[in-house]
């Protein structure tokens, strides 16, 4: 797909974040734009502040842990727009940092319900359609560099998340090849450098009946991040949204499978864990990992 004007774009999560930075580009680019999310108020905040008066843009409340929310959400989005030609599965959250055995049930099944699951229901409840039309069509999925490079030690639950996405990815991209499809996925790695976006607040959006189980030290805000950072002397780079989000459209145009800032990077950190697979070692340097 090289150009997106006036093609049909879904965003999940769009209303915050790199999912709020893609719907912006995608705008700039003359797409039509519904922005899924689960908070309502959100979604119209994005929409007084992007297009208010502009019938490229809508939003419609969509929890994507709910097959029933995503099914509906496709079934709105062919019912006002006739198709959909860009899927972005974004929508995502994290759990707090701590061992595995210190994890809880909720955990998992709040962050696996709608980063993993969230992707799978919206490629079942989209990619039918996609494929029936027989446009031209790209979905794609937000991975991490956490999880589907090389896992951060304490970020089991998120981590593992992030896998599955980049193994879901991989699968269905081939398939969607071999079955002589129209439609095409990539798997996007949001990168460059520290992000800021609400992953860092995830919590106000953990429904009351998976709230932890365990009482936790509240995650740090990215501020608290920062100054952390600084008076252990490092200087952390952040990454502009809107260029990340750019980017991604970019290699949507040059049909790159890996959307990722400094790939070469990962190539890297990929080779040194084979390597210790070879070798029948922990792919992880244990000097290297911060301490709770």
Known sequence: ???????????????????????????AEGAKVV?????????????????????????????????????????QVYADHGGCHLLFNNAGVAAPSCNVWETTINDWKWVHGVNVMGVIHGIQAFVPKMIASGDECHVINTSSGDGGISPLPYQSVYAS??????????????????????????????????????IWTT?????ADLAREKPYDPVPSVEDFKQAAEAAGMELQFQDLDELAQYLLDGIREQRFVVMINVDQAAET??????????SELPLNLAEIPQL
Do not use: H
């Open 161 to 198: 998340s992030k896998a599955a996405v980049s193994i879901i990815t991989e699968c269905l991209a081939a398939q969607l090849i071999t079955e002589e499809t129209n439609v095409r996925a990539s798997l996007f790695y949001p990168s460059g450098g520290v992000l800021d976006t609400g």
């Open 270 to 279: 990929l080779s040194f864990r084979a390597d210790c697979y070879n070798k």
């Open 203 to 207: 919590d106000r959006n953990r429904p």
């Open 35 to 75: 922005i899924a999310d689960v908070e309502q108020s959100a979604i119209d905040s994005v929409i007084a502040e992007l297009g208010a008066d502009d019938a490229s843009l809508s939003g419609i409340q969509t929890d994507v842990s709910s097959p029933d929310s995503v099914n509906a959400l496709a079934d």
């Open 1 to 27: 797909m090289k150009q997106f004007k006036d093609k049909v774009a879904v965003v999940t999560g769009g209303a915050s974040g790199i999912g709020k930075a893609i719907v912006r580009a995608l705008l």
